[in-house]
């Protein structure tokens, strides 16, 4: 569970924001190092005595959100299921479920497409898959382009909006042109706006979180790594779909090193797995306009299950998380798919006593 104040990922590049083709373009100066983050107490809470029976007493805790999948062996979803058929375990040990929700769920997604020159010839169809996603939006969905290239041309083309016109216009005004890919910073950039907007809204407004990224995978030019990456991607909420292009990319690997073909999938596949989205990897771009409809529906058909950690320790340890599923009848394999774990919050530091005179 992110808990902590973020900027921009530029803003931690030192970057300037100026005006480009109707978006915010973010560019890059001198890198500084990234923001540190800030925690809350998460402790599970321990009922007060109310001295006056009208006092309202809020109490911080830290409710973990997953948002869980459940396929079949041939990847059909199962959508009927209840409560009581899920287990949760936080580093091996069993969770009390303290949320359940099969209902439809709002979600906010930033749809982020590599504009390079290896996506070319794909351009038109990325951007007819774009709007099949925006029209499939539901009233209360939310969404975010962004274009990138290299790390000097990662844009805002449209923040968040329900409005279906102004992001048809963001998709249209979608333009290619050279330069070394920066894959890893446009997913953070994404992340970090998507868990700020989320941030920004009243605790009942809560939404699901999304990105659809659009890329083949191959960075080259990326200010963050991918443990930064990964470890800002453990302490959010956003499940991340990858559409891959990779077919493209060299198959020759070294004998200590993987074919650059090799190496975008891991990539890629870890961004969904980790984050318990999934990747597809098309052959053309006449697939798009299918795997636009799949991951629409994919949004839309998953289970809300939220629950306070038994381990209430702040000490900013990863804990893997497990859900399971117990088989159907007639030996039904249902197969649960949830982000891999998370962050714990940090203690905050104690601060110094100050010093006294004599």
Do not use: C, H, W
Request: aromatic letters at 6%.
């Amino acid at each position: 569970m992110l808990r902590r104040t973020v900027t921009t990922i530029f803003a931690a590049l030192a970057l300037s924001a100026v005006a480009s083709i109707g978006g915010v373009d973010l560019n890059a100066q001198t890198p500084n190092p990234a923001p540190s983050p800030t925690s809350t107490p998460s402790p599970r809470p321990t009922p007060p005595v109310l001295d006056d029976p009208d006092e309202v007493i809020r109490i911080d805790t830290e409710l973990v959100n997953l948002n869980v999948r459940v396929v079949d062996r041939n990847n059909r979803p199962i959508n009927n299921l209840q409560e009581r058929d899920f287990k949760i375990f936080e580093d091996g040990v069993l969770q009390q479920i303290d949320f359940f929700s099969r209902a439809e769920v709002p979600t906010n997604y930033a749809l982020v497409v590599d504009n390079s020159g290896s996506i070319r010839s794909l351009l038109e169809k990325v951007i007819e898959a774009g709007k099949i996603l925006v029209n499939a939006n539901r009233p209360d969905d939310e969404t975010m382009v962004i274009r990138f290239v290299g790390r000097d041309r990662i844009s805002i083309e449209e923040p968040f909006t329900s409005n279906k016109p102004d992001l048809m216009d963001a998709l249209d005004n979608l333009f290619v042109e050279g330069g070394q890919t920066a894959v890893r910073d446009a997913v953070y950039l994404a992340v970090e706006n998507v868990e700020e907007y989320e941030r920004s809204r009243r605790p009942e407004d809560r939404k699901r979180r999304a990105i659809i990224l659009i890329s083949d995978g191959e960075d080259r030019n990326s200010y963050y790594s991918e443990k930064q990456l990964f470890e800002l991607l453990r302490e959010s909420e956003v499940q991340i779909y990858v559409v891959g292009f990779i077919s493209e990319l060299g198959t020759d690997s070294g004998l200590i090193s993987k074919s650059p073909q090799a190496k975008a999938k891991a990539f890629l596949d870890r961004l969904a797995s980790e984050t318990g989205g999934m990747a597809y990897y098309p052959k053309s771009g006449s697939e798009l306009p299918a795997l636009a409809r799949e991951i629409s529906a994919e949004l839309r058909t998953q289970y809300s299950i939220g629950y306070i950690p038994s381990n209430d320790r702040r000490d900013g340890t990863y804990r893997s998380i497990k859900v399971n599923v117990e088989d159907g009848p007639n030996k039904q394999k249902r197969i649960a798919i949830t982000r891999a774990g998370r962050t714990a919050d940090a203690a905050p530091a104690t601060p110094a006593r100050p010093a006294t005179s004599r």
